[in-house]
Protein backbone atom coordinates (compact mmCIF):
# COMPACT_ATOMS: atom_id res chain seq x y z
CA UNK A 1 0.00 0.00 0.00
CA UNK A 2 0.76 3.54 -0.29
CA UNK A 3 0.60 6.38 2.85
CA UNK A 4 -0.40 9.20 1.80
CA UNK A 5 -0.46 11.13 5.12
CA UNK A 6 -0.76 10.95 9.02
CA UNK A 7 -2.08 12.69 11.63
CA UNK A 8 -1.17 12.53 15.09
CA UNK A 9 -3.54 12.92 17.39
CA UNK A 10 -3.45 14.76 21.26
CA UNK A 11 -6.75 13.83 23.55
CA UNK A 12 -7.52 14.22 26.77
CA UNK A 13 -9.44 11.76 28.56
CA UNK A 14 -10.53 12.87 32.46
CA UNK A 15 -10.44 8.98 34.52
CA UNK A 16 -13.70 8.14 36.32
CA UNK A 17 -11.85 8.12 39.44
CA UNK A 18 -7.58 8.79 40.03
CA UNK A 19 -5.54 5.66 39.66
CA UNK A 20 -2.41 5.73 42.12
CA UNK A 21 0.41 3.44 41.82
CA UNK A 22 3.94 3.41 42.73
CA UNK A 23 4.82 5.84 39.96
CA UNK A 24 2.21 8.27 40.94
CA UNK A 25 -1.09 9.74 40.69
CA UNK A 26 -2.94 10.29 36.99
CA UNK A 27 -6.47 11.60 37.56
CA UNK A 28 -6.30 12.96 33.30
CA UNK A 29 -5.33 10.04 30.54
CA UNK A 30 -3.69 11.95 27.56
CA UNK A 31 -3.58 10.25 25.08
CA UNK A 32 -1.80 10.34 21.04
CA UNK A 33 -3.77 8.51 18.63
CA UNK A 34 -1.94 7.43 15.17
CA UNK A 35 -4.39 7.68 11.87
CA UNK A 36 -2.83 6.54 8.77
CA UNK A 37 -4.68 7.57 5.18
CA UNK A 38 -3.35 5.47 2.43
CA UNK A 39 -4.30 4.02 -0.92
CA UNK A 40 -6.55 1.31 0.65
CA UNK A 41 -8.43 3.37 3.34
CA UNK A 42 -7.35 4.35 6.39
CA UNK A 43 -6.57 2.66 10.13
CA UNK A 44 -5.95 3.81 13.81
CA UNK A 45 -3.10 2.90 16.12
CA UNK A 46 -2.85 4.04 20.13
CA UNK A 47 0.18 4.90 21.53
CA UNK A 48 0.99 3.34 25.32
CA UNK A 49 2.94 6.34 26.17
CA UNK A 50 1.60 7.76 29.55
CA UNK A 51 2.40 11.97 29.98
CA UNK A 52 5.14 11.36 31.94
CA UNK A 53 7.88 8.78 31.68
CA UNK A 54 7.44 7.14 34.87
CA UNK A 55 6.25 3.37 33.52
CA UNK A 56 9.08 3.51 30.78
CA UNK A 57 11.33 6.27 29.32
CA UNK A 58 8.38 7.07 26.83
CA UNK A 59 5.90 9.48 27.12
CA UNK A 60 3.33 11.55 24.84
CA UNK A 61 5.42 14.39 23.95
CA UNK A 62 8.39 12.72 23.37
CA UNK A 63 6.37 9.86 21.45
CA UNK A 64 5.05 12.75 19.59
CA UNK A 65 8.31 14.36 18.35
CA UNK A 66 9.74 10.85 17.15
CA UNK A 67 7.20 10.08 15.36
CA UNK A 68 6.83 13.49 13.69
CA UNK A 69 10.59 14.02 13.04
CA UNK A 70 11.87 10.24 12.47
CA UNK A 71 9.22 7.01 12.51
CA UNK A 72 6.64 9.33 9.80
CA UNK A 73 9.08 10.13 7.84
CA UNK A 74 10.55 7.08 7.16
CA UNK A 75 6.94 5.03 6.52
CA UNK A 76 6.05 7.98 4.13
CA UNK A 77 9.01 7.28 2.21
CA UNK A 78 8.39 3.48 1.68
CA UNK A 79 7.11 2.56 -1.75
CA UNK A 80 5.23 -0.61 -0.91
CA UNK A 81 4.12 -0.43 2.54
CA UNK A 82 2.96 -3.37 4.54
CA UNK A 83 2.61 -3.65 8.35
CA UNK A 84 4.90 -6.89 8.33
CA UNK A 85 7.10 -4.22 6.73
CA UNK A 86 6.99 -1.40 9.35
CA UNK A 87 9.39 -2.64 12.01
CA UNK A 88 12.33 -3.31 9.53
CA UNK A 89 11.39 0.28 8.05
CA UNK A 90 11.95 1.69 11.79
CA UNK A 91 14.74 -0.22 12.05
CA UNK A 92 17.16 2.06 12.13
CA UNK A 93 15.71 4.09 14.95
CA UNK A 94 16.83 2.51 18.42
CA UNK A 95 13.80 1.87 21.03
CA UNK A 96 10.56 3.86 21.11
CA UNK A 97 8.66 0.74 20.83
CA UNK A 98 5.41 2.37 22.11
CA UNK A 99 5.64 4.64 19.12
CA UNK A 100 6.29 2.44 16.72
CA UNK A 101 3.87 0.14 17.89
CA UNK A 102 1.40 2.53 17.28
CA UNK A 103 2.30 3.22 13.81
CA UNK A 104 2.42 -0.52 13.36
CA UNK A 105 -1.30 -0.70 14.59
CA UNK A 106 -2.47 1.68 12.04
CA UNK A 107 -1.06 0.34 9.41
CA UNK A 108 -2.10 -2.82 10.37
CA UNK A 109 -5.49 -1.56 10.99
CA UNK A 110 -5.65 -0.08 7.58
CA UNK A 111 -4.66 -3.36 5.53
CA UNK A 112 -6.71 -5.81 7.92
CA UNK A 113 -9.59 -3.37 6.75
CA UNK A 114 -8.85 -3.29 3.11
CA UNK A 115 -8.76 -7.54 3.57
CA UNK A 116 -12.20 -7.67 5.46
CA UNK A 117 -10.36 -9.75 8.07
CA UNK A 118 -10.42 -8.74 11.68
CA UNK A 119 -7.01 -8.41 14.08
CA UNK A 120 -8.29 -11.64 16.32
CA UNK A 121 -8.38 -13.72 12.78
CA UNK A 122 -5.21 -12.45 11.53
CA UNK A 123 -3.05 -12.95 14.78
CA UNK A 124 -4.55 -15.67 15.62
CA UNK A 125 -7.48 -15.81 18.40
CA UNK A 126 -8.89 -18.96 19.54
CA UNK A 127 -11.86 -17.68 21.77
CA UNK A 128 -14.68 -15.07 21.14
CA UNK A 129 -14.77 -13.60 24.70
CA UNK A 130 -11.79 -12.79 27.15
CA UNK A 131 -11.64 -13.12 30.91
CA UNK A 132 -11.28 -9.84 32.24
CA UNK A 133 -9.54 -8.73 35.43
CA UNK A 134 -8.97 -4.85 37.11
CA UNK A 135 -6.33 -3.24 38.34
CA UNK A 136 -6.72 -1.14 41.49
CA UNK A 137 -5.04 1.69 42.70
CA UNK A 138 -3.06 2.13 45.53
CA UNK A 139 -5.59 3.81 48.09
CA UNK A 140 -6.20 6.47 51.05
CA UNK A 141 -7.07 3.85 53.33
CA UNK A 142 -7.80 0.46 53.95
CA UNK A 143 -11.67 1.09 54.42
CA UNK A 144 -11.55 2.58 51.05
CA UNK A 145 -9.57 0.20 48.97
CA UNK A 146 -12.39 -2.54 50.24
CA UNK A 147 -15.14 -0.43 48.69
CA UNK A 148 -13.11 -0.38 45.69
CA UNK A 149 -12.87 -3.84 45.77
CA UNK A 150 -16.13 -4.84 46.22
CA UNK A 151 -17.53 -2.94 43.80
CA UNK A 152 -15.63 -4.21 41.44
CA UNK A 153 -16.33 -7.84 42.43
CA UNK A 154 -19.94 -6.94 42.27
CA UNK A 155 -19.42 -6.29 38.63
CA UNK A 156 -18.21 -9.64 38.13
CA UNK A 157 -14.06 -8.88 37.56
CA UNK A 158 -12.82 -12.16 37.42
CA UNK A 159 -9.85 -11.19 39.34
CA UNK A 160 -8.17 -8.31 41.42
CA UNK A 161 -4.64 -6.67 41.38
CA UNK A 162 -3.83 -4.50 43.91
CA UNK A 163 -0.96 -1.86 42.93
CA UNK A 164 1.53 -2.46 45.71
CA UNK A 165 4.59 -0.28 47.24
CA UNK A 166 6.50 -0.88 50.10
CA UNK A 167 4.00 0.48 53.22
CA UNK A 168 1.08 -0.54 51.08
CA UNK A 169 1.22 -4.39 50.52
CA UNK A 170 0.93 -6.71 53.53
CA UNK A 171 -1.85 -4.91 55.12
CA UNK A 172 -4.02 -4.46 52.03
CA UNK A 173 -3.42 -7.98 51.01
CA UNK A 174 -4.56 -9.19 54.11
CA UNK A 175 -7.17 -7.01 54.33
CA UNK A 176 -8.71 -7.72 50.99
CA UNK A 177 -8.26 -11.87 51.42
CA UNK A 178 -10.25 -11.50 55.08
CA UNK A 179 -12.85 -9.78 53.25
CA UNK A 180 -13.35 -11.34 50.06
CA UNK A 181 -12.11 -14.80 50.85
CA UNK A 182 -9.56 -17.17 49.44
CA UNK A 183 -11.37 -18.22 46.38
CA UNK A 184 -10.89 -14.68 45.17
CA UNK A 185 -8.25 -14.58 42.25
CA UNK A 186 -6.04 -12.09 43.15
CA UNK A 187 -2.51 -10.58 42.43
CA UNK A 188 -0.48 -7.60 43.07
CA UNK A 189 1.61 -5.31 40.82
CA UNK A 190 4.41 -3.06 42.21
CA UNK A 191 6.01 -1.37 39.45
CA UNK A 192 9.27 -1.72 40.64
CA UNK A 193 9.13 -0.08 43.77
CA UNK A 194 11.19 -2.46 45.85
CA UNK A 195 14.73 -3.59 46.16
CA UNK A 196 17.03 -5.71 47.76
CA UNK A 197 16.75 -3.99 51.20
CA UNK A 198 12.28 -4.31 51.23
CA UNK A 199 12.40 -7.77 49.77
CA UNK A 200 11.61 -9.10 53.12
CA UNK A 201 8.26 -7.58 52.25
CA UNK A 202 7.70 -9.43 49.43
CA UNK A 203 8.10 -12.81 51.03
CA UNK A 204 6.00 -12.19 53.83
CA UNK A 205 3.31 -12.26 50.81
CA UNK A 206 3.68 -15.82 49.82
CA UNK A 207 1.41 -16.59 52.50
CA UNK A 208 -1.89 -15.32 50.42
CA UNK A 209 -2.09 -17.25 47.83
CA UNK A 210 -1.31 -14.76 45.74
CA UNK A 211 -1.62 -16.20 41.32
CA UNK A 212 1.91 -13.88 40.88
CA UNK A 213 3.74 -10.97 42.38
CA UNK A 214 4.35 -8.24 39.05
CA UNK A 215 7.42 -6.57 38.35
CA UNK A 216 9.04 -6.10 41.98
CA UNK A 217 12.30 -4.56 40.79
CA UNK A 218 14.01 -2.46 38.78
CA UNK A 219 13.47 -3.30 34.89
CA UNK A 220 16.64 -4.24 33.98
CA UNK A 221 17.54 -6.28 37.70
CA UNK A 222 16.59 -9.52 36.54
CA UNK A 223 19.02 -11.34 39.11
CA UNK A 224 17.22 -9.92 42.02
CA UNK A 225 14.01 -11.39 40.29
CA UNK A 226 15.54 -14.60 40.18
CA UNK A 227 17.12 -14.39 43.95
CA UNK A 228 13.22 -13.57 45.05
CA UNK A 229 11.44 -16.34 42.52
CA UNK A 230 14.05 -19.07 44.56
CA UNK A 231 12.59 -17.80 47.58
CA UNK A 232 8.67 -18.15 47.43
CA UNK A 233 6.18 -20.22 46.15
CA UNK A 234 4.22 -17.63 44.44
CA UNK A 235 5.15 -16.70 40.73
CA UNK A 236 7.15 -13.96 39.63
CA UNK A 237 5.78 -11.83 36.21
CA UNK A 238 7.36 -9.84 34.57
CA UNK A 239 5.99 -6.52 33.26
CA UNK A 240 8.55 -3.87 32.54
CA UNK A 241 11.45 -5.77 31.99
CA UNK A 242 10.03 -7.78 29.04
CA UNK A 243 10.84 -5.69 25.54
CA UNK A 244 11.07 -8.23 23.45
CA UNK A 245 11.17 -11.98 22.31
CA UNK A 246 14.67 -12.29 22.97
CA UNK A 247 14.39 -10.80 26.46
CA UNK A 248 11.40 -12.73 27.63
CA UNK A 249 13.93 -16.23 26.91
CA UNK A 250 16.67 -14.29 29.08
CA UNK A 251 14.37 -13.52 31.49
CA UNK A 252 12.52 -16.94 31.95
CA UNK A 253 16.65 -18.54 31.31
CA UNK A 254 17.75 -16.92 34.11
CA UNK A 255 14.66 -17.63 36.31
CA UNK A 256 13.47 -13.86 36.87
CA UNK A 257 9.69 -14.79 36.36
CA UNK A 258 7.62 -17.94 35.32
CA UNK A 259 4.56 -15.73 34.09
CA UNK A 260 4.75 -12.88 31.72
CA UNK A 261 2.69 -9.72 31.20
CA UNK A 262 2.60 -8.63 27.66
CA UNK A 263 1.99 -4.96 26.59
CA UNK A 264 1.98 -4.37 22.92
CA UNK A 265 3.40 -0.87 23.15
CA UNK A 266 6.23 -2.27 25.39
CA UNK A 267 6.77 -4.63 22.51
CA UNK A 268 6.85 -2.65 20.26
CA UNK A 269 3.57 -3.75 18.47
CA UNK A 270 1.46 -6.29 18.33
CA UNK A 271 3.34 -8.68 16.06
CA UNK A 272 6.44 -9.09 17.84
CA UNK A 273 3.80 -9.54 21.12
CA UNK A 274 2.71 -12.91 19.36
CA UNK A 275 6.25 -13.79 18.98
CA UNK A 276 6.45 -13.10 22.58
CA UNK A 277 3.41 -15.32 23.54
CA UNK A 278 4.71 -17.87 20.96
CA UNK A 279 8.22 -18.14 22.68
CA UNK A 280 6.65 -18.19 26.21
CA UNK A 281 3.99 -20.97 24.89
CA UNK A 282 7.03 -23.18 23.82
CA UNK A 283 9.14 -22.34 27.05
CA UNK A 284 5.65 -23.24 29.27
CA UNK A 285 5.13 -19.96 30.62
CA UNK A 286 1.70 -18.60 30.43
CA UNK A 287 1.19 -14.87 29.89
CA UNK A 288 -1.70 -12.36 30.28
CA UNK A 289 -2.46 -9.26 28.41
CA UNK A 290 -1.68 -5.83 30.54
CA UNK A 291 -3.09 -2.91 30.10
CA UNK A 292 -2.43 1.00 29.67
CA UNK A 293 -5.95 2.96 30.61
CA UNK A 294 -6.13 2.89 26.72
CA UNK A 295 -9.59 4.41 25.01
CA UNK A 296 -11.36 1.72 23.28
CA UNK A 297 -8.58 1.61 20.14
CA UNK A 298 -6.23 0.42 22.11
CA UNK A 299 -8.48 -2.23 24.25
CA UNK A 300 -9.85 -3.43 20.98
CA UNK A 301 -6.75 -4.58 19.87
CA UNK A 302 -5.63 -6.09 23.62
CA UNK A 303 -8.85 -7.86 23.64
CA UNK A 304 -7.70 -9.66 20.19
CA UNK A 305 -4.60 -10.37 21.70
CA UNK A 306 -5.45 -11.49 24.65
CA UNK A 307 -7.80 -14.44 23.02
CA UNK A 308 -4.83 -16.28 21.73
CA UNK A 309 -4.01 -19.52 23.56
CA UNK A 310 -1.56 -19.20 25.21
CA UNK A 311 -2.98 -16.32 27.42
CA UNK A 312 -3.86 -18.38 30.33
CA UNK A 313 -4.82 -15.50 32.99
CA UNK A 314 -7.67 -12.52 32.86
CA UNK A 315 -5.84 -9.65 31.93
CA UNK A 316 -6.05 -5.93 32.74
CA UNK A 317 -8.35 -5.74 30.13
CA UNK A 318 -10.89 -3.75 31.72
CA UNK A 319 -14.48 -2.63 30.45
CA UNK A 320 -14.48 1.10 29.12
CA UNK A 321 -16.45 2.40 32.84
CA UNK A 322 -13.61 1.22 34.65
CA UNK A 323 -11.83 4.23 33.38
CA UNK A 324 -13.92 6.62 31.52
CA UNK A 325 -17.55 8.26 31.64
CA UNK A 326 -17.22 8.24 27.88
CA UNK A 327 -14.55 6.06 25.42
CA UNK A 328 -14.07 7.34 22.24
CA UNK A 329 -15.09 4.10 20.58
CA UNK A 330 -18.41 2.39 21.46
CA UNK A 331 -18.11 1.31 25.00
CA UNK A 332 -16.92 -2.29 26.02
CA UNK A 333 -19.24 -3.52 28.54
CA UNK A 334 -18.73 -6.15 31.13
CA UNK A 335 -20.44 -9.79 30.85
CA UNK A 336 -20.41 -12.16 33.39
CA UNK A 337 -16.90 -11.06 33.77
CA UNK A 338 -15.98 -11.42 30.00
CA UNK A 339 -15.12 -8.70 26.95
CA UNK A 340 -16.39 -9.82 23.40
CA UNK A 341 -13.63 -9.99 21.06
CA UNK A 342 -14.55 -7.95 18.12
CA UNK A 343 -15.31 -9.16 15.02
CA UNK A 344 -15.32 -6.39 12.74
CA UNK A 345 -12.26 -5.78 10.38
CA UNK A 346 -9.31 -4.19 11.45
CA UNK A 347 -8.86 -3.63 15.21
CA UNK A 348 -12.71 -3.92 15.13
CA UNK A 349 -13.39 -0.28 16.61
CA UNK A 350 -13.11 3.23 15.85
CA UNK A 351 -13.87 7.03 16.82
CA UNK A 352 -17.08 7.87 17.40
CA UNK A 353 -15.96 11.22 15.31
CA UNK A 354 -18.33 13.96 17.80
CA UNK A 355 -16.54 12.72 20.83
CA UNK A 356 -13.04 12.44 19.36
CA UNK A 357 -13.68 15.60 18.59
CA UNK A 358 -15.10 17.17 21.85
CA UNK A 359 -11.38 15.59 23.39
CA UNK A 360 -8.67 16.53 21.11
CA UNK A 361 -6.10 19.00 21.74
CA UNK A 362 -4.37 19.02 18.67
CA UNK A 363 -4.00 17.27 15.32
CA UNK A 364 -0.56 17.37 13.28
CA UNK A 365 -1.27 16.13 9.55
CA UNK A 366 2.18 14.96 8.17
CA UNK A 367 1.67 14.38 4.56
CA UNK A 368 4.13 12.24 1.53
O1 LIG B 1 1.99 -1.71 35.40
O2 LIG B 1 0.37 -2.70 34.53
C1 LIG B 1 0.92 -1.64 34.84
C2 LIG B 1 -1.35 1.34 34.05
C3 LIG B 1 -0.44 2.22 33.52
C4 LIG B 1 0.89 1.87 33.46
C5 LIG B 1 1.30 0.61 33.93
C6 LIG B 1 0.39 -0.30 34.45
C7 LIG B 1 -0.96 0.09 34.53
C8 LIG B 1 -1.99 -0.73 35.13
C9 LIG B 1 -3.41 -0.52 34.68
O3 LIG B 1 -1.79 -1.55 36.01
C10 LIG B 1 -3.76 -1.43 33.56
C11 LIG B 1 -5.08 -1.06 32.93
O4 LIG B 1 -6.11 -1.28 33.57
O5 LIG B 1 -5.08 -0.57 31.78
MG1 LIG C 1 2.50 -3.77 35.63
Redesign the pocket.
Known amino acids: MKLHAVDLRRIAMPLVRP?R?S?GV?TTREVLLVRVVTDVGEGWGEC?A?AAPV?SSEYVDGAHAVLRDHLVPRVLAEPDLTARGVARTLGGVVGHRMAKAAIETAVLDAELRAHDMSLGSYLGAVRTEVECG??V?IAESVDELLAEVGEYVDHGYRRI?L?IEPGWDVEPVRAVREAFGDRLQLQV?A?TAYDAASSARLEALDEFGLLLI??PFAEDDLHQHAVLAGRISTPVCL??SITSARAVVEAVRQGACSIV?I?AGRMGGYLESVRVHDVCEAMGVPVWC?????TGIG?AANIALAALPNFRLPG???ASD??YAEDITDPFVLRDGMLPVPTGPGVGAEPRPDVLRALTIDVETLKR
Request: glycine share 10%.
Open positions: FTFQALYVSGKKDNEQDENKGGMLERDTSRY
